[in-house]
């Protein structure tokens, strides 16, 4: 059985820093607490795997993945250097609003909830699926193929929001409630799946079609996608930062960059932005 270790990482702590050669001073425009420090945090969460954030296997404290190296290209764009905070997926947004952290990139989708909390600079375009067992002897073909089966997500996560509002429709149509099972991170999710603790994973749309690509004898993505739309990069409210971040990504676009990366991840193009939008995605809920 081949191992997993590439695609998810044990969780770290600690505040590390990435190397990077900032080209320029600091820009005159940023908060003067990112300014005068000459660095940005970024806050994300290593556990969520390849292709978005790892731990690069054999260290510690080396990062890799699509987050980390676009975040870094900013921070350079900036004339900063970059630091990353490894937290849970459900600490970021709180880190943020304390100013632990000054931006959050982990596979984090733009919704009108969070809005209300951060500023969104949408960056690429996910969205969720289930995965189950190569083994699984019945396939769920939709949400609906749900009720009355144990279904695993990340704390905090858009997959367990989505969950409990399907459980809830099976419960309206007089079925089964979802058994519900959240996990702090997406190696322990998946190592509940290949146990049959639990029935189907609602995970990354990425990541899923990762691991069947890779592991074909372990994993089979079912059903069709689901919660697509933009994730971004989370900012405090009405930071001057979230404007300079647009601009810093739209000259990544306009000149290769953001491509480069995105293709060297394993990212289609479907999935890629060609301009940087300030909470793009618009409604109540």
Same mark, same amino acid.
């Given at each position: ?30 908060? +003067?607490? /990112?300014? @005068?420090?000459?660095? *940005?945090?970024?806050?994300?969460? %290593? ?7 790892? #731990? ?81 002897? +019945?396939? /769920?073909? @939709?949400?609906?193929? *749900?009720?009355?089966?144990?279904? %695993? ?7 367990? #929001? ?124």
């Amino acid at each position: 059985m081949k191992k997993l270790t590439g695609l998810v990482a044990a969780l770290a702590l600690s505040c590390l820093s990435v190397n990077t050669a900032a080209f320029a001073a600091p820009n005159e425009n940023l908060p +003067e607490a /990112i300014k @005068s420090a000459g660095v *940005l945090v970024l806050g994300t969460t %290593s556990s969520i795997g390849l292709p978005w954030t790892s #731990i690069k296997e054999g260290t510690s404290d080396q990062y890799t993945g699509v987050e980390v190296e676009l975040a870094t290209e900013i921070a350079k764009r900036l004339g900063l250097e970059l630091k990353v905070q490894n937290l849970g997926f459900d600490s970021l947004i709180p880190s943020l609003e304390a100013k632990r952290i000054d931006i959050i990139m982990s596979n984090m989708l733009d919704t009108p909830v969070r809005q209300k909390k951060v500023d969104f600079v949408d960056h690429i375009y996910g969205g969720s699926a289930m995965l189950q067992t190569a083994s699984a002897a +019945e396939k /769920i073909d @939709s949400l609906d193929g *749900l009720c009355g089966r144990k279904a %695993s997500a990340l704390r905090g996560a858009m997959e367990a #929001i989505s969950a409990a509002e399907q459980s809830e429709k099976c419960v309206a149509e007089g079925k089964a409630a979802i058994d519900i099972q959240l996990y702090p991170d997406t190696g322990a999710q998946l190592t509940a799946l290949r146990s049959d603790r639990t029935d189907v994973a609602l995970t990354d749309l990425i990541m899923a079609g990762m691991l069947e690509r890779d592991h074909p004898e372990q994993f089979d993505m079912v059903g069709a996608p689901f919660n697509f739309g933009p994730c971004g990069i989370a900012v405090a409210k009405e930071s001057s930062l979230t404007g300079l971040i647009a601009e810093a990504l739209d000259t990544m676009v306009a000149d290769g960059t953001y491509a480069e990366i995105m293709s060297r991840n394993g990212f289609v193009k479907e999935s890629f932005i060609t301009k940087a939008t300030i909470n793009g995605v618009k409604g109540d809920e």
